[in-house]
């Protein structure tokens, strides 16, 4: 009698002839949310607080009154601005990262110019703001240029702002305070635009409907 034989084992499946859907898994939900609901509430507070310095409500002696406000401004967009750039919203981005470095450049110079942090004569003052100015006037032209492409609204809202900077400008150059109250009553119209901004996006976020923001000028 022949012995038993053992029976071979059956080789397992190869590696090169597993179906790769058998392995992957799951691909995670991109991030999202709302980043102007941090955003447009820290524009508007920090946006107040730097018109009703133009306007006067506090006297030049006390003007680093309004700091502590638009510091926590800027904070605020920078924290917006990394939250936009996480989901992938670069033009939120770009716009909420601007105006936080104008509301952080505002605070530094102000604090420099009190605390003469960067050796700045007195009569060099208004040169440094004319500056300061100036380079924010050109930077708030480029968001004009971007905001032709978005919804009309966004872009009267840098065009309220770029008035406000070109009025403020002309009241440091010929030392108007007038103009400089002007140009502190103009940016007061550009808080009002960003509540109505806010607005629409806490309709939104609640489930309700946005409000109307019109069509761009520019269409692809």
């Known amino acids: 009698m022949a012995a038993p034989t ?40 920090g946006g107040v607080a730097f018109a009703m310095v133009l306007i006067g409500v506090v006297p030049a002696t006390a003007v680093g009154a309004a700091l502590p406000i638009i510091i926590a401004s800027a904070l605020a967009l920078f924290m917006a601005t990394i939250w936009a750039a ?54 708030v032209g480029l968001l004009m240029l971007a905001a032709l492409r978005l919804p009309v609204a966004y872009l009267v809202l840098f065009t309220v702002a770029e008035v406000a900077l070109v009025l403020d400008l002309v009241g440091i150059i010929n030392t108007s305070a007038d103009m400089t109250k002007a140009a502190g009553w103009v940016l007061m119209g550009f808080v009002a635009l960003a509540v109505y901004l806010f607005a629409g996006t806490a309709f939104k976020v609640a489930g309700g409907k946005e409000l109307p923001l019109g069509k761009p000028l520019l269409h692809a």
């Open 86 to 139: 996480r989901i992938g919203e670069n033009a939120p981005a770009c716009f909420f990262g601007v105006l936080a470095s104008f509301f952080m450049s505002y605070a530094v110079l102000v604090l420099g110019l009190i605390h003469n942090w960067f050796g700045i004569a007195p009569t060099a003052v208004a040169d440094t703001q004319k500056m300061f100015v100036i380079s924010w006037i050109v930077i």
């Open 6 to 45: 053992t029976p071979r084992p059956i080789p397992s499946e190869p590696p090169w002839l597993h179906h790769p859907s058998e392995e992957l898994e799951p691909i995670p939900a991109p991030p999202h949310g709302e980043p102007g609901m941090l955003a447009l509430p820290a524009v508007v507070v």
